[in-house]
Nanobody, 121 residues
Framework: QVQLVESGGGLVEPGGSLSLSCEVR????????INWHRQAPGSQREFIAQ???????YYADSVKGRFTISRDNAKNTGSLQMNNLRPEDTAVYYC???????????????WGQGTQVTVSS
C-alpha cells in the first residue's frame, strides 16, 4: 500500500513564496514520476509540474519560471517551490506519483489528499 502525505500549504500575499512537500510512504520498488496538479474552485484539475526518475522536468506554461519541482530519491519525497505567487495560483494542490511495485511492473498512480494554497492580500 502506498500513501502520500502532503504538507506546506497556507496563506501568502501576492509576490510571496511557499514550498509544498509530498512524502511517499509504503512498500514499492521505485517512483517513476512525481507530479503536481492543482484545482481552483469551479475549475478542472490541471497539471502544473512533473519530475521523472531520470531528472527530466516538465512545467505548465502558467507556472514556468516561477515554480520549481524537485525530488529526493533517498527520502522518497517530492517538493514544489512556488515563488512570485499570484492570486490566480489559489487552489488545492495535489501530489500524484507513478510508482513501480516491482522492478519491471507497470507504473501505478497514487494521489495525495491535497493542500490548500491561498494567495491574497
Amino acid at each position: 500500500q502506498v500513501q502520500l502525505v502532503e504538507s506546506g500549504g497556507g496563506l501568502v500575499e501576492p509576490g510571496g513564496s511557499l514550498s509544498l512537500s509530498c512524502e511517499v510512504r509504503g512498500s514499492f520498488f521505485s517512483i517513476y514520476a512525481i507530479n503536481w496538479h492543482r484545482q481552483a474552485p469551479g475549475s478542472q484539475r490541471e497539471f502544473i509540474a512533473q519530475v521523472l526518475s531520470g531528472g527530466t522536468l516538465y512545467y505548465a506554461d502558467s507556472v514556468k519560471g516561477r515554480f520549481t519541482i524537485s525530488r529526493d530519491n533517498a527520502k522518497n519525497t517530492g517538493s514544489l517551490q512556488m515563488n512570485n505567487l499570484r492570486p490566480e495560483d489559489t487552489a488545492v494542490y495535489y501530489c500524484n506519483v507513478d510508482v513501480l511495485a516491482k522492478e519491471y511492473s507497470r507504473p501505478r498512480g497514487y494521489w495525495g489528499q491535497g493542500t490548500q494554497v491561498t494567495v491574497s492580500s
